[in-house]
């Protein structure tokens, strides 16, 4: 392997860069609704799966656990869900969208579409479920392979 690596042909930068490209489309066509890609994450899950914990919120928008407090708890101010006490007296406060946020997701549903036919389009020479199981099963690998994937510095 070459000591040196031309980092936009990489795989890591190329998903990386469309990571990056996709969430700043994302806020930008979302922006009209008063909402950020995270919040959009959070109520399209809430609206699959009402009642989801907020850590499991935060581990399927892929953000910290703080932060998901700070979004539902954002979220909660906007109207957009509410919390109630969980039956058995503990500290979880199971969510659920209102009224207005199951009325501002699907407001805000189609402009999120419209961004994911852009990547489908993109996708043309490769059908869609072939690209993303070789993005999951790479996301896998990579789990499972953590600690067997050892990083030595300079030295």
Do not use: C
């Not at 499991?56 to 932060?67: G, W």
């Not at 789990?143 to 300079?154: H, M």
């Amino acid at each position: 392997m070459d000591a040196h690596v031309e980092s936009h042909r990489t795989l890591g930068y190329a998903l990386k860069r469309l990571q990056q490209t996709l969430r700043a489309r994302m806020d930008a066509a979302l922006a009209p609704f008063e909402l950020t890609a995270p919040q959009y994450a959070v109520l399209a899950l809430l609206a699959a799966q009402p009642g989801i914990s907020n850590a499991e919120l935060a581990r399927r928008s892929f953000v910290t656990a703080p932060t998901m407090i700070r979004i539902v708890t954002g979220l909660e101010t906007a109207g957009l869900l509410a919390r109630n006490p969980h039956e058995d007296g503990g500290r979880t406060q199971p969510a659920r969208l209102t009224d207005a946020g199951e009325q501002r997701l699907r407001a805000a549903a189609p402009s999120v579409q419209a961004l994911e036919e852009v990547l489908l389009q993109a996708a043309e020479q490769a059908p869609p479920e072939l690209i993303l199981d070789w993005l999951n099963t790479a996301a896998d690998r990579l789990v499972a392979n953590r600690p067997r994937l050892a990083v030595s510095g300079p030295g």
